[in-house]
């Protein structure tokens, strides 16, 4: 039993937040984009609602990279490609992280409602390269 009224209301504030967190938790996917020109994700599913993609750029890859996320249920491989890149207009684009400099880290945090996703770089090439990925997002 707590004697101590601060130390009651301390430990009932601190509980309280807890449970009020717990039903807003956030989720985090770490994203790498690597020198074999693929893109690994820590997490191929996820809970709808704020995600925050923390992307970065291997350090011996040598190139700029970008990380885009777009709505679609196409497979990640089968993307219409236009001079080098993925006609993003033709998603709905949820955002990016653009300009990743080698050895470089950014992060992007999108609210996600449930569906299926594919992660591309979009420079010039790098889609037809390899560098796509899927993503699923569960209610």
Do not use: W
């Not at 080098?84 to 955002?95: A, D, P």
């Amino acid at each position: 039993m707590i004697h101590n009224p601060r130390a009651a209301v301390f430990l009932g504030g601190t509980a309280l937040s807890l449970v009020c967190s717990l039903g807003y938790a956030e989720e985090t996917v770490k994203a790498t984009l690597l020198k074999d020109n693929t893109i690994q994700l820590d997490a191929s599913h996820v809970k709808a609602g704020s995600v925050t993609f923390e992307v970065s750029n291997a350090p011996d890859t040598g190139l700029m990279h970008e990380l885009v996320v777009l709505k679609t249920d196409m497979a990640d491989d089968k993307l219409p490609v236009k001079n080098g890149q993925v006609r993003e207009s033709q998603f709905k684009k949820m955002g990016e992280v653009e300009d990743i400099s080698p050895g470089k880290s950014r992060h992007i945090t999108l609210k996600l409602p449930p569906g299926r996703y594919v992660l591309i770089c979009n420079q010039t090439g790098h889609y037809s390269m390899g560098m796509h990925t899927s993503l699923v997002v569960t209610p």
